[in-house]
Structures are given as structure tokens and as C-alpha cells.
């Protein structure tokens, strides 16, 4: 083929243009891993157009925003403490995101034991993740009687987004304690051994995603 | 380090042989192309006979008791998803992007068939799901198909308590049914090409779809998150897009809400959407073009970028739709000007269509015709686009049938035509069998000349003034009484156009069992889909050997080769030449000699 040629003879953007349209494959990654990415763009856009709706309803609803450091604040011997809960939920899954990659890091020195382990170890941090928000809903819910349709605090848009959009991102969560479970289950028992073990990676695209996706709303929702 | 699993072994595809296996849970892209092409037009056919009833109510009002007022709106709101979504986006993407993307580019399959699978079944689902509202309390939601909050979900609004409910939720399972599709066939199209099939040489159709794919898993999102916004608001009653409002003499319990943040929201899916019927179009018409012209594509490249470009731009002309809304001039001036500049790739599309057919050695096939007539509905239609991007044209025109008469033709009729040439093009590889030529001219002569007798007229319609979405014209000072004698005409001639659809319909059912014998490449193509073993293809495409391609998907009409056409498989020793006489150096014109098989008649 006279590709070899060509590419010597090209430069810059077009050099560029030629390697993405070599023959074959655009990208040197396994097609699950690109498929992965390809979904982590669409779904990109999805957690955008909801934070941007929230924006969007936040401008230009007609009522007071509630006070959000008050709203969300713990409330411990008598003191308000703004963001307490939130930052720790908040450091519990960037550790989570650094146990995952720990995990991709075993995998790809054969250790699939160990990777399966640390696996398990992100799950259950994004379980507990879980189970603080859940925590944090009842107390919304319950204590300071905010509800989607509305609050005694202000425009009704903040339950109804702030629910909306927590609630997306821990399913998003759950879902990935599910995969992560049944990942490290199946690399525990062997089955990636002859495979390889990129799916240790893409399952760690997904979870890095799902915490990148928390900071943003971890800055829209508790800091604005 | 190349990463590969059926793509490169054959033996890993296994063939199965039971009936249930073979064709209903089949994962072979070729039997889910096929599912998803007669689900898409089994639901067109009742978007047609829709079509239908809201004509006769127009065209002969208070003549048919059946259709009241409720009655019509739900007709056209139906009507208009259906065709939009469940028939031209699910046709060309999960039809013809599912059978031509493994084949055109040399993939024995998609790279994630199970998924490939699902993803139909999704769809039908979906597809379920709409039809049931059907038969609901109340029927099937009559918001129009932009489903516009407030109206959408409130009492006096047809279908308003069960029908907008099923609406949004087919639309959202359709969604996941289209994210799980269109993420095999980019996928596909990145990473398992055969051996020599650049990006540069993979055949527009190709190019077509894939950038569809991606403006609809970009797109999408949008409608996505609408979707579940307006349950909420419908369900719990959460306010994202209703104000307060007193409805029937009661204040509603909502407050504070944006019904303006819906229209964004919608159109942010609804314009990349047409883009993602049109794209492809543009594709298949292109190749169906070379092919029957006997000429390569004029301006490949430019073809390729323009393809990309309209893609990006897309995405930021939008608010194009809400120039009635009320939002800021400068803002209209800047969505007008991102209009008028996506019309640029558009009309270097146009161009170099017509200039491909520019002596063009022109087999007038059925797919010819249709294929041609692509290109007048469109221009026709894109013409008329120039106008509405304008704010101070649009205002007045707005929610008239002139917009009605626009997007049937660039968006409505032009993709159908295109639907036609594909079918009838590509048929005989999908079947082996030929359809009939016959019925095939007549369905393309009834249903090209009819489009124009039924939207020309809708131009002047809107020009007067006739409202869209009316049940009625009623009685006003404006609209003269000849307007209720052009509406007529224009149901006699949908009407016509409408029973024209039998002839095709026939003519698949029929050509299907006694159509004559196609052979392996009947039109001498050059893409890859027409050189495999077998016809149909079997599971696995391409027998024991995967091709490999050596050429552009062009080489039409090649000066001194022996054959009209030289197939991307070809190496260049193995190309036939015929001998030159030293005296008289052949030129390009008198190439033009027909070599090519032609079209049985
Ligand atoms: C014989 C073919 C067709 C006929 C006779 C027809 C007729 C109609 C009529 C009478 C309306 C309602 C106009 C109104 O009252 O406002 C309508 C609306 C519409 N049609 Fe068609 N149509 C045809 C094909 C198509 C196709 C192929 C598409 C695909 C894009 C399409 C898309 C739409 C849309 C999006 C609407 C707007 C619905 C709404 O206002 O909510 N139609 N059509
Ligand atoms: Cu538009």
C-alpha cells in the first residue's frame, strides 16, 4: 500500500486527519472501550442539559432560592455546620475513584485478586455514597419538609431539581455498585484470564465519570 | 495492537439454524435491519392513513362525524412524532444503518450484536407502548408533536390525563432503544473496518449515517431530560416548565416555572433531528446517484466535510423555531445568521449532485428517479428554509401552512424520496430479487408529481394566511372562500398519493416471491455489499475471506478500464484495461460507451 508514503509525506492537520482515518480502526482500544466513551459522551450531555435546565429554572423562577447553606446544613450539638455531610460524601468518592484506579493498575499486572478486592472496596464506598444521600434525603424530607412540588423555604424549582438530579446521578451510583460487584465477582473467579482484563478499565471509565459528574453537581447545588 | 473478535474470525460467528434463532432473537445485522424496517413502516402506514383522515376533515369539513375537533389534533400530533421519530429515524438508522454499515464497510457484523438485538426489541417496545395510547382514556395526546408545555399536560388538551403520559414514555424508551443502536454503529464504523477502508474512502452513505448517529446520541439527551422533566411536572407535580396559571377557572397548584426553557430544550433535539433523517439521506442519495449515473460522486471531500459541518452547525441553530417567542433580537439576529450559513454546506451538497449527474451516463432506474426527484423536493424545500431563518419573514409566516408546506418538503417528502431510491436500489441484494419496474415507475410519477400537486398549493395557503394545526378554517375576513376549493384539490391529490403507497406495498409483497433474479451486483456497483458470495448475504457477510479494499467506493466510468465500474475489492493489477491504440489517445467522452449492466425492464 502506498499509505506508508503518504503519511511521511504529510504534515500537521493532515497527518492528523490521515492517522484517524487509517484503515482498520480509528482508535487503538478495544471496542468495548470505545463504546464505553462514546456512551460516557452521550451521557455527558444528558447530566449537562439537566444542570443547565436547573440553572436555567433557578434564573428564572419567581420565588427566593432557599437559603442552601442553611438547607443543607448538619445540625451538631446546637451548631449549623454548612457542607459537612456533603464533603464527606464528597471525599468518599473521589477515594473511591482512587481505589478504582488502583484497581485498573493490578489488573493490568495480572493480579486480578487483588483487583477484584479493590473493586469491591470502591463498590462498597459507593454504597455508602448511597446510603448517606439517602440519609440526607430523609432529612430534607422529613425534618425540613422539603418536597419536588414544593417547600416552606422558597421557589419550588430547588426540590424539584435538586431531587430530580441527585436522584439521576444515585442511580447513576447504584448502578455502578451493581457492575463493579458483578466485574470483580466474575475477575475473582477467572473468567477475564484469557480475555484480558480491559474491562477493569471500562468498568473505571464509568465509575470516574460518575464522580467527575458529583463535583459538578456538588459545585451547582451546595456552593452556589 | 489490533483489538478484534468476529470481525477477523469466522469461526467465532457461529450459524444458527433454528427458525426462532435465525429470524426473530436473530443477532445478525442483516435480520435486524430487516425488523426494524418493516416495524418503521408498518407505524408509517398509520401515519399515513392519519395523513389521510385530517386531509378529508380539511378538505371536506363537517362531512365526516367521526373527526372532531380532539380527534384531529390527536391525528396530527401523532402523525407528526410517528413520521418524525418511529418512521424516518428509525428506518434509516436502525434499517439501513444496521444493513449497510457491517456490509458497506466490511465488518462481518456490528461489534456488539447482543446489544444490536436488544436494541430492536427496545425499539418495538417502544413503538408498543405508542400505539396503546391508542386505546387509553381520553387517546392518544393531542399537544402537537412539539408537545409544548403548559397546553401539553393540562385538562382541555386531548389525551392530557393518559395519552402525553405514553407519549413520553415510548419517546424515552425509544431513546434507550436509539443509545444502544447508534453506539454499535459509530463504534462499528471507528473501529472495524476492513483492511484498506479508510475513512476517506468509505462510501457516503456511510458518512451519512454515522455522523447521524452521533448528532442523535448529542441530540437525544435533550429530549431525554425533557421527557422526564414534563412527567415529573404531569406526575408529581413538580413546576420545570408551568407557571402559575389558573386553568377552566381554578389556579393550579404550579409556580415559577419556564414553559421557554421546554422550547430549548426541544428544539436543541428537534433541529439536530432533522439532521438525523437528512443526513443519511444525503448519503444513500449519493451513492445511489454515482452508481445509476455512471460517474464518480463530484467532490468526495467536499461531500465528507459538508456532511460533518451541517452536522456541527446543527447544534446551534435551534432557537430558529421559537423566533415567535419573544426572546431577545439579538438573538434572533444570531440563530438567523447560523441559519443562513448552514444553508452554504447544504447547497455545495445540491451542486455537486446535479454536477455528478452532469453528463452522467443516466440509467433512469426507479431508484434513478426517486433519487432525482430527492433533488428537487429538496432544493424546493431548502428555498423555502431561506425564507423562515429570517426573523422578519418568519414572524408572519409562523404556524402558517407555508411552514407546513416547508418541512414536508425538505424534511417530510424529501427523506421519503430518498427511502424509495434506497428500497429500490438496494432490494435486490436484500432479497435477490428485482422489483418490478413497472409499478415502480408509476408509484415514483404518482407520488413525485403528487407531492408537488398537494404542498405547492400549501405555500399560497400560508401566504393567505390558513393557520396550522386548525380543524377548520372557519369564517374570517382574510382568507377567501377559494381557499376551501384548493383544500380539496390538495385531498384528492394527497389521497391520490396515498393509495399510490398500495402499489409499492404490493410491489415488495410481490416482487418478494416472483420478482425476477437479481444476481450478485445487478446495477454494477462498486461498494463492498454488492461483491459478496452469496446474495442475500449469509450470516457473516463475507465467507471464509474478509475484502479488502484497495480504492474509493467511485471508480465509475474509469478511463481505458474494460468494465464501466471498478468494485473497492479490485487491486489495481487486477483491474481489466482495454488496449489503447498508440494513434488515438482515447478521451473521457467516448469512456462514456455503456458497459455497465442495465436495469431488466
Ligand atoms: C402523503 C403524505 C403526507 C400528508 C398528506 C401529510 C399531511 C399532513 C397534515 C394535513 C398535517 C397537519 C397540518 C395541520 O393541521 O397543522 C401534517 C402535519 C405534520 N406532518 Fe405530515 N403529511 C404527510 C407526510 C409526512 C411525512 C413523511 C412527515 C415526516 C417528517 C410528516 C411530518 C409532519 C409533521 C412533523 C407535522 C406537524 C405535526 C404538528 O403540527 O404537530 N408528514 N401533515
Ligand atoms: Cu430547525
Known amino acids: ?224 | 495492537m489490533p483489538h478484534t473478535a468476529i470481525a477477523d474470525q469466522p469461526d467465532e460467528s457461529h450459524h444458527p439454524t433454528k427458525f426462532i434463532w435465525k429470524y426473530i432473537w436473530s443477532q445478525d445485522h442483516k435480520v435486524i435491519a430487516i425488523q426494524y424496517a418493516v416495524t418503521a413502516i408498518f407505524v408509517g402506514l398509520i401515519a399515513l392513513v392519519l395523513s389521510g383522515l385530517m386531509r378529508l376533515q380539511l378538505g371536506f369539513p363537517n362531512t365526516f362525524s367521526f373527526i372532531d375537533p380532539s380527534a384531529y389534533i390527536q391525528f396530527v400530533t401523532m402523525h407528526g412524532m410517528i413520521m418524525v421519530i418511529y418512521l424516518l429515524t428509525a428506518l434509516f438508522l436502525g434499517g439501513f444503518g444496521n444493513y449497510l454499515i457491517p456490509l458497506m464497510i466490511g465488518a462481518r457484523d456490528m461489534v456488539f450484536p447482543f446489544l444490536n438485538m436488544l436494541s430492536y426489541w427496545v425499539y418495538l417496545l417502544s413503538v408498543i407502548v405508542l400505539l396503546a395510547s391508542f386505546f387509553v382514556p381520553g387517546g392518544p395526546t393531542g399537544a402537537g408533536w412539539t408537545l409544548y408545555p403548559p397546553q401539553a399536560i393540562l385538562q382541555g388538551t386531548p389525551g392530557a390525563d393518559w395519552g402525553i403520559l405514553l407519549m413520553l414514555l415510548s419517546l424515552a424508551i425509544f431513546i434507550v432503544a436509539f443509545t444502544m443502536g447508534g453506539l454499535n454503529y459509530v463504534t462499528t464504523v471507528l473501529q472495524a473496518r476492513a483492511k484498506g477502508m479508510t475513512l476517506m474512502r468509505m462510501p457516503l452513505s456511510i458518512w451519512g449515517i454515522f455522523v447521524a448517529t452521533i448528532l442523535g446520541l448529542l441530540a437525544f439527551p435533550a429530549l431525554l431530560v425533557s421527557a422526564i422533566m414534563m412527567l415529573f411536572d404531569k406526575l408529581i407535580g413538580t413546576s420545570f416548565f408551568m407557571p402559575a396559571l389558573v386553568s377552566m377557572g381554578e389556579q393550579l397548584d404550579y409556580s415559577g416555572g419556564s414553559p421557554i426553557l421546554f422550547q430549548h430544550l426541544f428544539w436543541f433535539f428537534g433541529h439536530p433531528e432533522v439532521y438525523i433523517v437528512a443526513l443519511p439521506a444525503f448519503g444513500m442519495v449519493s451513492d445511489v446517484i454515482a452508481t445509476h449515473a455512471r460517474k464518480n460522486i463530484f467532490g468526495y471531500r467536499q461531500m465528507v466535510w459538508a456532511i460533518v459541518a451541517i452536522g456541527g452547525l446543527s447544534f446551534i441553530v435551534w432557537a430558529h423555531h421559537m423566533y415567535v417567542s419573544g426572546m431577545n433580537p439579538y438573538f434572533g439576529f444570531f440563530f438567523a445568521t447560523t441559519t443562513l450559513i448552514i444553508a452554504v454546506p447544504t447547497a455545495i451538497k445540491v451542486y455537486n449532485w446535479v454536477l455528478t449527474l452532469w453528463k452522467g451516463n443516466i440509467h433512469l432506474t426507479t431508484a434513478m428517479l426517486f433519487a432525482i426527484g430527492f433533488i428537487f423536493t429538496f432544493t424546493h424545500g431548502g428555498l423555502t428554509g431561506l425564507f423562515l431563518g429570517n426573523v422578519v419573514v418568519d414572524l408572519p409566516l409562523s404556524d402558517t401552512y407555508f411552514v407546513v408546506a416547508h418541512f414536508h418538503m425538505v424534511m417530510g417528502v424529501s427523506p421519503i424520496m430518498v427511502l424509495f431510491a434506497a428500497i429500490y436500489h438496494w432490494f435486490p441484494k436484500i432479497t435477490g430479487k428485482h422489483l418490478h419496474k413497472g409499478m415502480g415507475n408509476a408509484h415514483f410519477w404518482v407520488t413525485f408529481l403528487g407531492t408537488y400537486a398537494v404542498y405547492l398549493p400549501m405555500h399560497y395557503l400560508g401566504f393567505l394566511g390558513v393557520p396550522r394545526r386548525y380543524y377548520a378554517m372557519g369564517d374570517t375576513d382574510f382568507i377567501p372562500d377559494s381557499a376551501q376549493t384548493l383544500n380539496a384539490s390538495i385531498t384528492v391529490a394527497a389521497l391520490i398519493v396515498g393509495l399510490a403507497q398500495l402499489i409499492f406495498i404490493f410491489n415488495l409483497l410481490h416482487s418478494l416471491r416472483k420478482g425476477k433474479p437479481a444476481g450478485a451486483n445487478p446495477w454494477g456497483a462498486t461498494t463492498l455489499e454488492w461483491q459478496t458470495e452469496h446474495t442475500p448475504p449469509r450470516h457473516g457477510n463475507w465467507g471464509t475471506h474478509l475484502p479488502e479494499v484497495h480504492r474509493w467506493a467511485y471508480d465509475y466510468s474509469v478511463p481505458n478500464a474494460k468494465d464501466d465500474f471498478i468494485p473497492q475489492n479490485v487491486a489495481d493489477q487486477d483491474v481489466v484495461m482495454v488496449a489503447v491504440p498508440e494513434t488515438a489517445p482515447l478521451d473521457v467522452s467516448q469512456q462514456a460507451i455503456d458497459l455497465g449492466p442495465g436495469e431488466p425492464s
Open chain 1, 1 to 224: 500500500m502506498d499509505k506508508s508514503a503518504e503519511q511521511q509525506a504529510s504534515t500537521g492537520i493532515s497527518s492528523l486527519v490521515d492517522d484517524w482515518s487509517s484503515d482498520k480502526q480509528t482508535f487503538d482500544m478495544p471496542w468495548g472501550k470505545l463504546m464505553m466513551w462514546i456512551f460516557l459522551l452521550s451521557d455527558t450531555f444528558i447530566f449537562s442539559v439537566f444542570l443547565t435546565a436547573y440553572m436555567s429554572v433557578r434564573m428564572t423562577t419567581t420565588a427566593d432560592w432557599p437559603p442552601t447553606s442553611e438547607v443543607f446544613a448538619l445540625v451538631i450539638a446546637g451548631q449549623h455546620v454548612p457542607l459537612l455531610l456533603i464533603a464527606i460524601m464528597t471525599f468518599i468518592l473521589i477515594t473511591s475513584s482512587g481505589t478504582m484506579a488502583m484497581a485498573v493498575n493490578y489488573a493490568y499486572q495480572g493480579k486480578p485478586q487483588r483487583a477484584a478486592k479493590l473493586m469491591l472496596l470502591t463498590a462498597l464506598l459507593g454504597a455508602s455514597f448511597v446510603g448517606m444521600q439517602a440519609f440526607e434525603w430523609s432529612k430534607l424530607i422529613v425534618d425540613e419538609g422539603i418536597r419536588p412540588w414544593g417547600n416552606p423555604f422558597g421557589a419550588e424549582q430547588f426540590g424539584a431539581s435538586f431531587f430530580l438530579i441527585t436522584g439521576f446521578h444515585g442511580m447513576h451510583v447504584s448502578v455502578g455498585v451493581i457492575y463493579l460487584a458483578v466485574i470483580a465477582n466474575r475477575l475473582r473467579k477467572g473468567f477475564y484470564t484469557d480475555k484480558g482484563y480491559h474491562i477493569v478499565e471500562i468498568t473505571g471509565l464509568y465509575w470516574h465519570f460518575v464522580d467527575l459528574v458529583w463535583v459538578f453537581i456538588f459545585a451547582f447545588f451546595y456552593l452556589w
